[in-house]
């Protein structure tokens, strides 16, 4: 599918012209990718980490995570991108625009992620809990192998939903001087001036990167459910 | 490096960011009038249009939301006028907001619409009331307070997004930071209060809209 809408683009827009900017726009399709899997694997640790310890951490912490999770969700990614780059350095702290890019834009759909995560827990069963105390597990052991796996299914789609997000935000990254898929399109629109062309093939570049994250959590989904069903046969 | 925080200059900056504002608080305003009526053509065309029109509208709803909203507003913005429609920054950028977040409450509309009970429709017809007058006194009465409360947290996440309207230099609040920021060199207190600007309307709005949630919930006169 995501290579039939890509290869819809192509024709659409023409092999002739594309054929002088296309490679330039892959190598920004490689930071693009770079800064959403980064992003990525930010976001699914900072959201554990956030929803584990404002259900089960001591009060300091509790208190961190929500403060955090509201910080990050009340504000824009824009602005948290901004702060990251051109006030961190005030604190002594200068780190590469790739690393501001990941962190900014994991952290912003991390806290988004905190909310599903505790929701996905929340949704378990109180019977499994009771059922592992029954069992003399520990919490922690009681999380781990019984309530994280069940709860993890349910996480899925709505993870899929911010990863497509996250990959939208990616185009942010550009405006740090990062040369991403967004930062090439301008600057091959300002060199070459084929502005209808340059963006409608972006944006088309974007969209077969959603679809490829939909298919790709389409089939995590279809894989996790049927462990689950067979470790409940089992 | 001077001291991290200067009081007077943060002073200094905060007039002119609250003027600033008042833009961005205007571009979230139009933008959701906008993304409203464009959600609910995008919701009536893709539930009730013919089998193309569907299929069309189902096709630019799920692009809409599968690209980024930046790259929209470039497109909006550099490529329109090519096709002889050149428009004032803030206007494209009304529309950009307006049509990314339409996609979204689309999908909020058929949620609201699809909740309806048929029987509503069938009612309507014995009663001999035309389809527009169904919809408008009938339909659409029952199916929008339930999506409220759904259709405001777009309202924030679209008030959330402004900043990227100073990509094509309209002048909101990013952008006037921006602006001290590089006439001074100091980012510091600008962005700082950009942040605490939007963090402080987020945190409201989010409490207006769990207290308009549970008003809804508990009007009189609503099923169920």
């Not at chain 1, 640790?45 to 009060?59: D, E, N, S, T, W």
Request: with cysteine; net charge positive; charged share 10%.
């Amino acid at each position: 599918m995501a290579i039939l809408c890509f290869g819809a683009g192509l024709w659409v827009t023409g092999f002739s012209s594309l054929r002088d900017f296309l490679p330039e726009l892959l190598r920004g399709v490689i930071v693009t990718v770079q800064v959403t899997a980064g992003g990525a694997v930010v976001a699914v640790v900072a959201a554990f980490g956030a929803a584990l310890a404002r259900l089960y951490g001591p009060k300091p912490l509790r208190w961190f995570a929500s403060t955090y999770v509201e910080v990050f969700r009340g504000t824009s990614a824009l602005v948290q991108l901004f702060w990251l780059f051109f006030v961190l350095p005030h604190f002594g702290l200068t780190l590469s625009p790739l690393v501001v890019g990941i962190a900014a834009l994991g952290l912003n759909i991390g806290a988004y992620g905190a909310e599903v995560v505790r929701g996905a827990i929340g949704s378990v069963g109180r019977g499994q809990w009771e059922a592992a105390t029954a069992l003399n597990l520990t919490r922690a052991q009681a999380l781990r192998c019984i309530i994280l796996p069940q709860a993890f299914v349910a996480m899925i789609p709505p993870w899929g939903n911010l990863f497509i997000e996250l990959l939208k935000a990616t185009s942010l990254v550009s405006l740090i001087t990062l040369s991403d898929l967004a930062f090439k399109a301008q600057q091959i629109n300002q060199n070459t001036l084929r502005t209808a062309e340059v963006f409608a093939s972006v944006l088309l570049i974007y969209l077969a990167l959603s679809l490829l994250i939909t298919v790709a959590m389409r089939a995590l989904e279809a894989r996790a459910a049927r462990g689950l069903r067979r470790g409940r046969v089992g | 490096m001077s001291k991290v925080w200067d009081w007077g200059y943060a002073w200094e900056a905060f007039p002119l960011l609250a003027e600033a504002s008042i833009i961005t608080v205007k571009a979230t305003l139009m933008g959701f009038v906008v993304a409203l009526t464009v959600g609910l053509l995008f919701a009536i065309g893709r539930m009730a249009g013919p089998m193309w029109l569907r299929w069309t509208v189902g096709g630019v709803v799920e692009f809409i939301r599968s690209t980024p909203l930046l790259i929209q507003i470039f497109f909006l913005y550099y490529v329109m006028p090519e096709f002889g429609l050149t428009m004032s920054a803030m206007v494209t950028g009304v529309i950009a907001l307006g049509l990314h977040y339409g996609a979204y409450c689309s999908e909020v509309y058929r949620a609201g619409l699809a909740n309806v009970p048929k029987g509503q429709w069938e009612a309507s017809i014995a009663l001999n009331l035309s389809t527009w007058s169904t919809f408008k006194n009938v339909i659409l009465p029952q199916a929008i307070p339930p999506v409220v409360p759904a259709l405001g947290n777009y309202l924030v996440a679209l008030f959330k997004e402004t900043p990227l309207l100073s990509v094509i230099a309209v002048l909101e609040l990013m952008q006037t930071a921006k602006i001290l920021g590089s006439e001074t060199f100091r980012y510091v207190e600008p962005i700082t209060l950009v942040g605490a600007f939007f963090l402080v309307f987020s945190l409201v709005s989010a409490a207006l809209i769990r207290r308009l949630e549970r008003h809804l919930n508990a009007s009189p006169g609503r099923r169920i």
